[in-house]
Structures are given as C-alpha cells and as structure tokens.
C-alpha cells in the first residue's frame, strides 16, 4: 500500500490591492483566473489556476500579502 499524500492546492493571502496582484500573477507567472467572489471589477475574492487565493481587505494598514491559510483538498 502507497503512502498517503498530501500536498498543498492553494495559498490564500489577505492584500490590500487585490487588482495589483491579480495583474502581476498574471503577466509575471502566467496566471489566470479560475473563480471569482463578487465581480471582476470588485472582487472580494479571486483564484487562480496555478494555486493562488487572494482575499481583498483594502482598509488593512500592515504589509502587503499576509498569509490567510494554506488549502488542501
């Protein structure tokens, strides 16, 4: 019998610029959209394929790109 896997399906981070970091995963590492929460233009949520979750939180003061969890399946 195999051993069990395990592995990780996506990050999720809190960011305060969710279009700036859609725009640079996609146009840096290729990255397009596989689910959104809410609508393009204001999305509170967004996914991408290759395993990023961003999770909008504008008023937020501290740094950038905050981890929220880690996703399994």
Not at 30 to 34: A, L, Y
Not at 61 to 64: K, Q, R, T, Y
């Given at each position: 019998m195999s051993p069990p896997r395990a592995y990780?399906?996506?990050?999720?981070i809190w960011v305060k610029d969710v279009h700036w970091h859609i725009k640079f995963f996609h146009d840096v590492c290729?990255?397009?959209?596989?689910e959104v929460q809410?609508?393009?233009e204001e999305?509170?949520?967004y996914w991408t394929l290759g395993g990023m979750q961003f999770m909008a939180k504008p008023n937020y003061?501290?740094?950038?790109g905050?981890?929220?969890h880690l996703g399994d399946v």
């Open positions: 990780v399906e996506h990050v999720a290729g990255m397009t959209m596989r809410g609508t393009l999305p509170v949520q003061a501290g740094p950038e905050r981890l929220g």
